[in-house]
């Protein structure tokens, strides 16, 4: 069984896993994220379609636990950037369909691997080969395994949104797992394509649809906190920019990252970008880089956890927790368990878990 899902910055095929930019080359991906920091990216009828999946789940995996609709959101986001430019009608059938590259080995998008075609056309159009269909990118021969009929109308169509939703949420859920364990629903993931950069993708925006579908508690902040909090809130959707951002606010960045991104021709914040920014505002200057932001103010010891953050505190993450030089990322947390993020690159500015990173390293009071 093949199912064809795919992370932004691709790895090679591993597996029965390929790679949705080999396979989707429609244009629907957008890496710059979304405009507010909620899930205002998502079309309204897709995230009915999502919601909707979850209810009906467990009639066809009596024992799946934990499937909730941000799951489902996050590998659409990745897949097809949830239909986004498609219309999306009343019962769910999204035209015009979306339909990956041919599979035909011809080197286009590096599309090496040839897939004999199993549906004559059903589905993705053309006997003469196979693609990946629908908002979360099946291939013909998955979908005969996992397609359902989800909307009453006794088709199962991977080009409908509920159907396809559906069908993904029934594959996510396996034999029977249990998703609200982390382990699990990384093995859910990974399933699709053994990548960890794919991983990291998909449940990056996991995370931040938890995080968003829960707007902050700031009922209780007031003060120099809440008008950092403000600031740093008020960049939501701003793109992340390697080297970008500054007291004044978001800047043009440079090359490059760790991975190569260069940040030269996007106007945004990277993670210390934002601090700096945000603690301006109450006319606070910190370093330029998040190990040396951790040397201002109290600083909160990891071994406390999260427990200990407070609203307007700094959230820091290490390659080496412990050993503040090998800080590589800073947060400001809100509370519940948020923070206030410039992820890495290809992400915007947005609310996410604080477990969101990895590495927690403590953090750091200001005020």
């Known amino acids: 069984m093949l199912i064809l899902f795919a992370a932004v910055c691709c790895a090679a095929p591993v597996s029965n896993a390929i790679s949705a930019y080999v396979a989707l080359q429609t244009g629907l991906q ?33 024992k799946c636990q934990g499937m909730r609709w941000p799951i489902l959101a996050g590998i659409a986001k990745v897949e097809s950037s949830h239909a986004v430019g498609r219309n999306i009608a009343a019962g769910g059938d999204i035209r015009p369909k979306i339909y990956g590259v041919l599979l035909n080995g011809s080197g286009a998008g590096g599309n090496t691997t040839v897939f004999p075609d199993t549906d004559g056309g059903k589905w993705d159009g053309t006997s003469g080969g196979e693609r990946a269909v629908g908002p979360f990118q099946f291939l013909p021969s998955t979908w005969e395994g996992v397609g359902q009929d ?10 409908n949104a509920d159907d396809a939703a559906l069908g993904a ?10 998703l609200t364990k982390r382990a699990q629903l990384k093995a859910a993931i990974l399933q699709y394509n053994h990548s960890n950069e794919y991983l990291a993708n998909v449940l990056g925006w996991i995370d931040q649809y938890t995080a968003a579908a829960k707007d902050p508690d700031l009922k209780n902040v007031s003060g120099k906190v809440r008008t950092v909090i403000a600031a740093a809130l008020s960049q939501r959707g701003v793109p992340y920019s390697w080297g970008g951002g500054n007291a004044s606010g978001k800047t043009y960045g440079f090359c490059c990252s760790p991975s190569g991104k260069s940040g030269a021709n996007i106007k945004g914040f990277d993670c210390s970008g934002l601090t700096t920014y945000a603690y301006a505002k109450v006319d606070i200057t910190l370093p330029r880089v998040a190990a040396a932001q951790a040397g201002v ?20 993450y290490a390659d080496a927790p412990g050993r503040d030089a090998t800080i590589y990322h800073v947060g400001i947390y809100l509370g519940s368990g948020q923070m206030v993020n410039a992820a890495r690159p290809g992400t915007v500015v947005r609310l996410d878990a604080v477990n969101a990173m990895s590495g927690y390293a403590g953090g750091a009071r200001l005020l």
């Open 30 to 62: 957008d890496d710059e994220g979304i405009a507010d920091g909620s899930a205002a990216d998502i079309p309204p009828r897709m995230l009915t379609a999502y919601k909707k999946a979850v209810q009906q789940v467990g009639k066809h995996v009596p």
């Open 169 to 178: 949420a029934i594959y996510l859920c396996g034999n029977g797992r249990d």
């Open 150 to 159: 989800a909307g009453g109308d006794k088709t199962a169509d991977p080009h």
């Open 297 to 316: 103010g109290q600083r909160i010891p990891a071994s406390l956890g999260t427990g200990a953050l407070k609203p307007g505190d700094l959230v820091f």
